[in-house]
């Protein structure tokens, strides 16, 4: 129903606008009437009052309907004392699953008539958007017609919905941001009444499974030495930093090269294949890591006689490393191809060879741009998930060992979350817990990318 109602809100703006513009010219062209602006501009304006107002009310609609019916089928099970909000909801998931047939199992003939009422209630809401939507599509083409033969200024309408519609989507960032902060920061505030944050910050035990031990005698004491960060924390640094050490000097040459010795056939070919690394997604770099990488670590290691694990640090960290490769090349090579070409020629001009313009001309101009796409790698490389899971493993080591198998905050976060958890134990709460403190730290990498551009930054004339 909501991809009927927006086809003909679509449909209904874009005969508006036509309508709008002709009705306008055809004023001009017969009567000779001066408008304040241009066709264009009012069939804008009629357009923008057609479909705007029957989008709000649409996408309020959608967000409140469910919770009204919802409210209704289930006001004859919160009589009940017995039932509590959990099972509320578990009851009316099982009547939707009904209704649309999608329960499986011996379906309850208790439920059956709710799941009736679900169907009629969600019928008539329908209805009745439809019949609301539509109401409002013709009550405000009447309005915005009306406005539009009283000669407004539309141009200056246009352009107001035009900046809130920008301003809308700007607070949609913005908002959507604060969500994600304030969502981890309540389930992380939970944790913490249970596990001490300076317990979590340098302990160097991590081992969330025992959180699950129901002997009300040594719970307490399992839940104080069971989630220490710190193998976490160090997994995560270990293995960026190993991806660092390939893809900032592979990246940071290749665009070099690439900008200022590559030929442009030799550009137009091998600059795409740099940037296909980007786009293959991260499982199949995991499964190369699992089973080409690793194996070939594993198999160089024996004959040299090193015990390397299957799954190890290093493996992991290089094949993250080529991945993010593109991410330090292209960047590189955007940022020196924006240096502009008088400084390289003033350079010349004083008698300087190619290799020492581009180290002392070129490279401190764009540094500001490669700092950025140094840190953005970072966070990239901080922020990987299935390479580490399939890579690297899930053992929370501390060791400076790359050969061992180590693990990373996101990876836990991930092996916490798998499968049926309940969200009022410590360990799903310490997910939210490593997620708030991996957003404080990429948080500090934009910081600092920031004020390290802002210090090298120069203006260029």
Same mark, same amino acid.
């Given at each position: 129903?909501?991809?009927? !109602?927006?086809?003909?809100?679509?449909?209904?703006?874009?005969?508006?606008?036509?309508?709008?513009?002709?009705?306008? $010219?055809?004023?001009?062209?017969?009567?000779?009437?001066? &408008?304040?602006?241009?066709?264009?501009?009012?069939?804008?304006?009629?357009?923008?009052?057609?479909?705007?107002?029957?989008?709000?009310?649409?996408?309020?609609?959608? @967000?409140?309907?469910?919770?009204?019916?919802?409210?209704?089928?289930?006001?004859? &099970?919160?009589?009940? +004392?017995? =039932?509590?909000?959990?099972?509320?909801?578990?009851?009316?998931?099982?009547?939707?699953?009904?209704?649309?047939?999608?329960?499986?199992?011996?379906?309850?003939?208790?439920?059956? +008539?709710?799941?009736?009422?679900?169907?009629?209630?969600?019928?008539?809401?329908?209805?009745?958007?439809?019949?609301?939507?539509?109401?409002?599509?013709?009550? $405000? =083409?009447?309005?915005?017609?009306?406005?539009?033969?009283?000669?407004?200024?539309? /141009?200056?309408?246009?352009?107001?919905?035009?900046?809130?519609?920008?301003?809308?989507?700007?607070?949609?960032?913005?908002?959507?941001?604060?969500?994600?902060?304030?969502?981890?920061?309540?389930? $992380?505030?939970?944790?913490?009444?249970?596990?001490?944050?300076?317990?979590?910050?340098?302990?160097?035990?991590?081992?969330?499974?025992?959180?699950?031990?129901?002997?009300?005698?040594?719970?307490?004491?399992?839940?104080?030495?069971?989630?220490?960060?710190? *193998?976490?924390?160090?997994?995560?640094?270990?293995?960026?930093?190993?991806?660092?050490?390939?893809?900032?000097?592979?990246?940071?040459?290749?665009?070099?090269?690439?900008?200022?010795?590559? /030929?442009?056939?030799? /550009?137009?070919?091998?600059?795409?294949?740099?940037?296909?690394?980007?786009?293959?997604?991260?499982?199949?770099?995991?499964?190369?890591?699992?089973?080409?990488?690793?194996?070939?670590?594993?198999?160089?290691?024996?004959?040299?006689?090193?015990? %390397?694990?299957?799954?190890?640090?290093?493996?992991?960290?290089?094949?993250?490393?080529? #991945?993010?490769? *593109?991410?330090?090349?292209?960047?590189?090579?955007?940022? =020196?191809?924006?240096?502009?070409?008088?400084?390289?020629?003033?350079?010349?001009? #004083?008698?300087?060879?190619? $290799?020492?313009?581009?180290?002392?001309?070129?490279?401190?101009?764009?540094? +500001?741009? !490669?700092?950025?796409?140094?840190?953005?790698? %970072?966070?990239?490389?901080?922020?990987?998930? #299935?390479?580490?899971?399939?890579?690297?493993?899930?053992?929370?080591?501390?060791?400076?060992?790359?050969?061992?198998?180590?693990?990373?905050?996101?990876?836990?976060?991930?092996?916490?979350?798998?499968?049926?958890?309940?969200?009022?134990? +410590?360990?799903?709460?310490?997910?939210?817990?490593?997620?708030?403190?991996?957003?404080? @730290?990429?948080?500090? =990498?934009? !910081?600092?990318?920031?004020?390290?551009?802002?210090?090298?930054?120069?203006?260029?004339?």
């Amino acid at each position: 129903m909501n991809l009927t !109602i927006i086809t003909l809100i679509i449909v209904f703006s874009l005969s508006c606008f036509f309508f709008g513009k002709t009705r306008v $010219s055809n004023k001009i062209k017969i009567s000779g009437k001066k &408008f304040n602006s241009l066709p264009v501009y009012y069939g804008y304006y009629l357009a923008a009052w057609c479909g705007l107002p029957a989008l709000i009310i649409l996408f309020f609609w959608s @967000f409140s309907d469910l919770y009204f019916i919802k409210f209704l089928i289930l006001s004859d &099970f919160k009589a009940d +004392p017995t =039932i509590d909000k959990n099972k509320l909801n578990l009851i009316f998931t099982e009547i939707v699953s009904i209704a649309e047939k999608k329960f499986s199992g011996q379906i309850p003939k208790n439920l059956v +008539p709710y799941a009736e009422r679900f169907l009629n209630l969600n019928k008539i809401f329908e209805l009745s958007k439809l019949a609301v939507i539509s109401s409002t599509i013709v009550f $405000s =083409i009447f309005f915005s017609y009306k406005q539009i033969l009283k000669n407004i200024k539309a /141009r200056e309408s246009v352009e107001k919905v035009i900046r809130f519609i920008m301003f809308f989507c700007a607070a949609i960032a913005v908002l959507t941001t604060l969500g994600i902060v304030l969502s981890l920061l309540f389930e $992380s505030i939970k944790f913490f009444t249970v596990v001490p944050i300076f317990d979590f910050i340098t302990g160097t035990n991590w081992a969330p499974g025992r959180a699950f031990i129901r002997d009300a005698s040594t719970e307490i004491a399992d839940v104080e030495n069971v989630f220490g960060a710190v *193998p976490l924390f160090w997994g995560t640094f270990f293995i960026a930093a190993i991806a660092m050490c390939v893809a900032v000097p592979v990246g940071l040459f290749s665009g070099i090269y690439m900008a200022e010795y590559a /030929r442009s056939k030799v /550009r137009k070919i091998v600059k795409p294949l740099i940037e296909v690394l980007a786009g293959i997604p991260t499982v199949v770099y995991g499964f190369f890591a699992a089973l080409t990488v690793g194996p070939f670590f594993r198999a160089l290691g024996e004959t040299i006689g090193l015990d %390397v694990s299957s799954e190890s640090a290093l493996a992991a960290g290089i094949v993250m490393g080529v #991945m993010i490769i *593109p991410y330090v090349s292209s960047l590189t090579d955007d940022v =020196i191809n924006a240096v502009p070409l008088a400084l390289r020629e003033a350079s010349y001009s #004083m008698g300087a060879t190619k $290799s020492e313009t581009i180290k002392k001309v070129v490279l401190p101009a764009a540094l +500001p741009g !490669i700092v950025g796409a140094i840190l953005l790698a %970072v966070s990239r490389a901080v922020g990987e998930t #299935m390479i580490v899971v399939m890579a690297a493993g899930l053992g929370a080591r501390l060791t400076i060992n790359p050969l061992e198998a180590s693990t990373t905050i996101t990876t836990q976060i991930v092996t916490i979350l798998v499968g049926d958890q309940s969200f009022n134990n +410590p360990k799903t709460q310490a997910a939210f817990a490593l997620g708030i403190t991996l957003f404080f @730290f990429t948080l500090i =990498i934009n !910081i600092i990318a920031l004020q390290t551009v802002k210090k090298f930054k120069e203006q260029y004339d």
